[in-house]
Every structure is written in C-alpha cells, then in structure tokens.
C-alpha cells in the first residue's frame, strides 16, 4: 500500500486527497494541518457560477448552509468543513494541531500537540499545500441579503447573507455582518480554481507514481 501525506488544511489540499482517493488504490492518504480545525474559521470566496463545484460525494451535509437554486456563493468555511469530514468518512487520516520540522526524500518529522509530541511519518508521495501569501488583498464582508449589495463582487448564500469583495474597505456600507480580508486574483473565480488545482497537482503525482484503479 503506497502512503501519500498532503500537508495543509485549505481548499486545493482537500481537494488533491478527495481525487487520490477518487483514482488511485491501494492507497492511506494522511493530511496534516497546523490549525486546530479544518474550516470553520477564516472566510475566503464562495462564489460559484454551478454547483456542486466538485464531485457531489466529496461534500458531507451542509444542512443550512447547502447551496440552493437562487444561490450564487456557498460559505466557503463550511463548504472546507464538509470536504474534511467527507474524507473522514472515505478513509483519511487527519492530524491537526501539527507541525512539520523536517522533510526529507522519504519521510516528514513532525511536532505535535499532546500525546503525538515528536514523531516521524514515512510516505511514498507528498504534496505540500501549505499556504502561502498571493495577489492582491481584497476586503471581504457580509451582509444580509434584505439589503441591496454595493455594486461589488458579490454572491448570495442560502442562509439569507450575501457575501460582497472589494478592492478597499468600503466606508459605504454600514451594515456588515462579519468581515474578512483576503489574498488573490478575482474572487469569482477562486473557488474553482483552487478546487481545480488541488486535482492538478494531485494528478501530476499519480500519473507517475500511483497505479489508478481500473474501476474509476
């Protein structure tokens, strides 16, 4: 059995570990994060031109937060949420609460909280999704979707909220539920494109690397 570890808690690096598991057997994928939880936490872009956005089987129960026919943007920390859970259920191991000291060729050290403390991990293939800072800061806020949006970058949530990007923090608007900031090219298109390359780099691994089933 081949060992992949995906290091990072963001939307590419859960996407890479649904489509591994999606087409490779014979395979333990093991994700490990610094954060205490996956999603749930910093809001990033939610707004979809379709959904589901990814495989339907990859997404946990959302319950209010799911998606429906008037929506144009899903909260992105739930949607992360419900990805982790979903690989909970398909098989991953995730370790959070823990940092990478070292990588070597073949396998990680790592430091964690608790009862993990010092150890190191073996792999077969690693993809490192750790974050880093890119593009230009939008501000994000939302607000409810009673009121009308600036004539901004905006997306409507099922949960009665529209999520709204700006290039600067608006002193327009007075009414903001929650704000946030966050790094990137457009945020229309952020979703997907992280979904997208999250499978990218996961594909360039396996196809060299990992047998794919035959049954997918």
């Known amino acids: 059995m081949k060992k992949v570890i995906v290091l990072g808690n963001t939307l590419d690096a859960l996407s890479a570990a649904h489509y591994i598991l999606d087409t490779c057997r014979n395979t333990e994928i093991q994700l490990i994060a610094e954060t205490a939880e996956i999603g749930l936490s910093?809001?990033?872009?939610?707004?979809?031109?379709?959904?589901?956005?990814?495989?339907?089987?990859?997404?946990?129960?959302?319950?209010?937060?799911?998606?429906?026919?008037?929506?144009?943007?899903v909260r992105r920390s739930w949607f992360e949420k419900a990805l982790a859970i979903q690989l909970s259920n398909r098989g991953c191991n995730i370790q959070l609460k823990t940092r990478v000291s070292t990588i070597t060729p073949d396998q990680i050290h790592v430091v964690g909280a608790g009862a993990i403390g010092t150890s190191t991990i073996h792999y077969d293939v690693i993809l490192d999704f750790r974050q880093h800072i890119i593009g230009p800061e939008w501000f994000g806020g939302?607000?409810?979707?009673?009121?009308?949006?600036?004539?901004?970058?905006?997306?409507?949530?099922?949960?009665?909220?529209?999520?709204?990007?700006?290039?600067?923090?608006?002193?327009?608007?007075?009414?903001?539920?929650?704000?946030?900031?966050?790094?990137?090219?457009?945020?229309r298109n952020a979703l997907i494109q992280d979904i997208e390359e999250g499978i990218f780099k996961a594909r360039s691994k396996v196809d060299t690397i990992i047998q794919p089933s035959d049954s997918r």
């Open 42 to 73: 910093a809001e990033a872009p939610g707004i979809f031109k379709k959904w589901p956005p990814c495989p339907n089987h990859w997404i946990s129960d959302m319950k209010s937060q799911t998606p429906n026919k008037e929506s144009t943007a």
């Open 142 to 187: 939302i607000i409810s979707s009673r009121l009308e949006a600036p004539e901004e970058i905006s997306g409507i949530r099922s949960d009665g909220t529209t999520e709204v990007w700006i290039n600067q923090e608006s002193e327009h608007v007075n009414n903001w539920i929650q704000t946030t900031t966050w790094n990137g090219e457009d945020p």
